[in-house]
């Protein structure tokens, strides 16, 4: 369900790029460092954003360091590391691991099962460390769940119990920015959820799968350009989502890294989107209308 909340790398000056690659390197580096390999491949563009927007936030100092890894063996590459990065490092781990459950106890997944014994111990500490981090996530997931198990096509719950979730997550220290960092990451995760199902619908049609915007495809299914108005629908719900995290973001006092953060409220968010609209109108197969 992650990856959407990136960077459009044709829009970043190469300082910024550079910056940002430091500060994702920088989440890698803690992730193997805290959790082992197995905490490092639960690397995600998306807490790299949440990290760099807390160290806006809160002028965090942030050291530049230099560290080999598996991808840059012979020559050091520069990181970017402070108290945030293991925050976001934390909060990656503890989100995989309920991840994993929700597909265990969804689809009786393997890989979910696997995922729950590597990953259970790690996660019941981090839960230790950060009690309302944790209790409000078990919490949205079990509503979204009992939600997705009655095939709700009501796309505004379903995604605000995936907003609520990530507002909490937003939530490092509750202080005079708390609520709008809450506004702010339940926006953002709401947005992050009607992504996942846009981009899933065809291959979720083709097998049968829970999809909160299938009500909404089929009521242009008998329209000659039902891609094209589908398309429309959906990019107004996301632009809206967009529009309200954008508006909690520009009341925060960010000034460290602004230019990052907007280039991936502003164009990074658009990405995926612009890529699927792209393949339908030059291979016309996203969506292709034969397959769903």
Same mark, same amino acid.
């Given at each position: 369900?992650?990856?959407?909340?990136?960077?459009?790398?044709? &829009?970043?000056?190469?300082? $910024?790029?550079?910056?940002?690659? @430091?500060?994702?390197?920088? %989440?890698?580096? /803690? !992730?193997?460092?805290?959790?082992?390999?197995?905490?490092?491949?639960?690397?995600?563009?998306?807490?790299?954003?949440?990290?760099?927007?807390?160290?806006?936030?809160?002028?965090?100092?942030?050291?530049?360091?230099?560290?080999?890894?598996?991808?840059?063996?012979?020559?050091?590459?520069?990181?970017?590391?402070?108290?945030?990065?293991?925050?976001?490092?934390?909060?990656?781990?503890?989100?995989?691991?309920?991840?994993?459950?929700?597909?265990?106890?969804?689809?009786?997944?393997?890989?979910?099962?696997?995922?729950?014994?590597?990953?259970?111990?790690?996660?019941?500490?981090?839960?230790?460390?950060?009690?309302?981090?944790?209790?409000?996530?078990?919490?949205?997931?079990?509503?979204?769940?009992?939600?997705? &198990?009655?095939?709700?096509? $009501?796309?505004?719950?379903?995604? @605000?119990?995936?907003?609520? %979730?990530?507002? /909490? !997550?937003?939530?490092?220290?509750?202080?005079?920015?708390?609520?709008?960092?809450?506004?702010?990451?339940?926006?953002?995760?709401?947005?992050?959820?009607?992504?996942?199902?846009?981009?899933?619908?065809?291959?979720?049609?083709?097998?049968?799968?829970?999809?909160?915007?299938?009500?909404?495809?089929?009521?242009?299914?008998?329209?000659?350009?039902?891609?094209?108005?589908?398309?429309?629908?959906?990019?107004?719900?996301?632009?809206?989502?967009?529009?309200?995290?954008?508006?909690?973001?520009?009341?925060?006092?960010?000034?460290?890294?602004?230019?990052?953060?907007?280039?991936?409220?502003?164009?990074?968010?658009?990405?995926?989107?612009?890529?699927?609209?792209?393949?339908?109108?030059?291979?016309?197969?996203?969506?292709?209308?034969?397959?769903?």
């Amino acid at each position: 369900m992650f990856g959407y909340v990136t960077i459009d790398k044709p &829009e970043m000056k190469i300082r $910024d790029y550079y910056q940002y690659k @430091g500060y994702y390197c920088g %989440l890698c580096h /803690e !992730l193997k460092d805290a959790y082992g390999f197995r905490g490092q491949m639960t690397l995600t563009y998306d807490m790299t954003f949440v990290v760099i927007l807390l160290t806006s936030l809160y002028e965090e100092g942030t050291p530049l360091k230099t560290r080999r890894c598996a991808v840059h063996p012979v020559k050091k590459i520069p990181i970017l590391q402070n108290a945030m990065t293991r925050y976001g490092a934390d909060m990656n781990v503890l989100l995989t691991y309920y991840h994993f459950m929700d597909d265990w106890q969804d689809e009786k997944s393997l890989l979910g099962l696997s995922g729950l014994h590597l990953l259970h111990k790690k996660a019941q500490k981090i839960g230790e460390r950060y009690p309302r981090q944790a209790a409000a996530f078990l919490r949205q997931l079990k509503i979204l769940r009992a939600l997705e &198990e009655r095939q709700s096509q $009501d796309v505004d719950a379903v995604s @605000g119990a995936f907003g609520r %979730l990530m507002e /909490e !997550l937003f939530v490092f220290r509750q202080d005079r920015w708390e609520d709008k960092l809450r506004e702010m990451g339940f926006y953002l995760g709401k947005f992050i959820y009607i992504m996942d199902a846009f981009e899933d619908l065809p291959e979720d049609r083709k097998k049968g799968l829970y999809n909160p915007l299938k009500k909404l495809w089929s009521q242009y299914a008998a329209h000659p350009e039902k891609s094209e108005k589908f398309f429309g629908a959906c990019g107004q719900m996301l632009e809206m989502m967009i529009a309200k995290a954008s508006s909690a973001f520009e009341q925060l006092p960010c000034l460290q890294e602004a230019d990052i953060l907007r280039n991936i409220l502003y164009s990074g968010v658009w990405v995926k989107y612009r890529k699927i609209i792209k393949d339908e109108d030059t291979k016309g197969g996203f969506y292709d209308h034969g397959s769903i």
